[in-house]
């Protein structure tokens, strides 16, 4: 391991070591099959066992029941912002979104071409530094369903719970802090994930739904596009990203080694602290852009004080083995992803290089 590097990348983002080791080991040959994992039918029985087993390793980390489907989909999270109203906004009904970010302006802008999709808060005004409080929200007890982001991978800025939303069927853009934290299921109505942040690699969207709202579905859509077809099908109405797949089992059976959500989420607020506290103790060198109560645990987005000492920041800490941590095109400044793969010494390190840089350049 001695030429890997700390990748603070938003994703496609680091992924465990020893899922590495054994996917390299398996690539050539997979133990007793002969063939690599890149080879092999999706209607083969090693197949069948490996998302199968990922879906019962799934269930277990996150406690879920027989009543919700386990799809692993592809299109990525983008897809998903079309699927959740081709499916579940009929015409007559509208569906409230929680603006806090890029992502789920995006999300809403697809809702608002398939129907009517309104918005029940928004922080933009706050330049998405924040999440809405309860009492700003404004929900309509009759939408379809509420749509929120729980955690903004540009803004950096996270629910720490749930919105209520009554008996409104909640639907979460779960994609960057999927599984890194303990989460009641039972809440939800339906969670989508890329995943390349927490889950895997990108080419496969994790959709975890509630088998009522299947009856919900309207008839004649587009195939590839209908939750019903793919839950009747256990994902394999086509070809589905075998490989992906396959990651995705590893990095289950790793987060349960790891003792499950509960472990994981003690680990990443151990590791967020560690850097929010450095950023609130630079006496204003670096700036967080997240409110304290809405701060991420998985993207740390901050600021120097000017443009360049950032462009330097990220290149003098490439030269240091510390990648990736250059802020998001549309919003710049720095942003460090600690998802639950990125080890508590990266941290350390980062934090360590902070503290060098900032003294330097004082
Ligand atoms: N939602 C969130 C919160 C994301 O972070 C991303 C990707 N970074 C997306 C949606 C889009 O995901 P994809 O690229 O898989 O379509």
Redesign the pocket.
């Known amino acids: 391991m001695t030429d890997r590097i700390y990748n603070f990348g938003?994703?496609p983002a680091v992924l465990p070591e020893p899922v590495l080791q054994e996917a390299q080991r398996d690539l050539f040959s997979l133990p007793g099959v002969g063939m690599s994992i890149l080879e092999i039918s999706h209607r083969s029985k090693t197949f069948d066992e490996i998302i199968q087993g990922c879906e019962v390793d799934i269930r277990q980390l996150a406690g879920i029941s027989s009543d919700y489907e386990i799809l692993f989909l592809q299109?990525?999270?983008?897809?998903?912002?079309s699927m959740v109203p081709m499916n579940f906004l009929p015409s007559g009904r509208k569906a409230d979104y929680l603006v806090t970010?890029?992502?789920?302006k995006?999300?809403l802008k697809e809702a608002k071409k398939l129907g009517t999709a309104q918005v029940a808060a928004t922080t933009e005004a706050d330049n998405f530094n924040r999440v809405p409080a309860q009492s700003e929200l404004k929900l309509d007890p009759a939408a379809a369903y509420l749509h929120f982001?729980?955690?903004?991978?540009?803004h950096g800025v996270e629910f720490k719970t749930e919105p209520p939303s009554g008996s409104v069927p909640l639907v979460c853009?779960?994609?960057?802090?999927v599984f890194s934290h303990p989460i009641d299921v039972s809440r939800y109505s339906l969670i989508y994930?890329?995943?390349?942040?927490n889950l895997g690699p990108?080419g496969v969207?994790l959709v975890i739904l509630r088998k009522d709202l299947l009856g919900k579905v309207p008839e004649n859509l587009p195939t590839m596009l209908d939750y019903k077809v793919q839950a009747e099908n256990k994902s394999l109405y086509n070809t589905p990203s075998v490989f992906g797949v396959y990651i995705m089992r590893l990095v289950m059976k790793w987060a349960l080694g790891q003792g499950g959500l509960e472990a994981i989420g003690k680990q990443n607020a151990v590791k967020a602290k560690l850097l929010y506290d450095a950023l609130d103790a630079s006496g204003g060198y670096y700036r967080p852009h997240a409110r304290p109560d809405s701060r991420s645990n998985m993207?740390v987005t901050f600021r120097l004080p000017s443009e360049d000492l950032e462009k330097k920041f990220v290149s003098k800490a490439k030269s240091a083995k510390l990648d990736g941590l250059k802020g998001h095109r549309s919003v710049g400044g720095i942003r460090a992803s600690l998802y639950n793969a990125f080890p508590k010494s990266g941290v350390e390190a980062l934090v360590s290089f902070m503290k060098d840089f900032a003294a330097k350049s004082a």
């Open positions: 938003a994703g299109g990525g999270a983008s897809l998903q912002f970010g890029s992502w789920s995006k999300a982001t729980s955690n903004e991978t540009i853009d779960a994609s960057s802090d994930a890329g995943a390349q942040k990108s969207t993207n």
